[in-house]
């Protein structure tokens, strides 16, 4: 995990994505198959964590790289859980 320092371009909020100060960006590698990153943003849900911005890196050999900004104080237990 890396900490995110600065605001960036979103959907919320007249465009801008104000993170959490104590948010993470976490990569991730999924299948890449229908309901993958469903049940990942399910999972962060469940657990109290924020999404505050996801993007979709690219996709090789049935698997996709995935960017998530997330804060919550159960961060660790969350990705411990995947």
Do not use: T
Not at 16 to 45: E, I, M, Q, T, Y
Request: with cysteine; hydrophobic share 40%.
């Amino acid at each position: 995990m890396s900490s995110w320092s600065q605001p960036s371009r979103g959907a919320s909020h007249g465009g801008k994505v104000n993170p959490s100060p104590r948010a993470h960006l976490v990569r991730l590698r999924l299948r890449d198959r229908p309901g993958s990153l469903a049940a990942v943003a399910a999972h962060f849900a469940a657990s109290g964590v924020d999404v505050h911005r996801l993007e979709v890196l690219g996709c090789e050999g049935g698997f996709a790289i995935d960017d998530f900004l997330v804060s919550g104080p159960e961060l660790d237990a969350a990705l411990d859980g995947l």
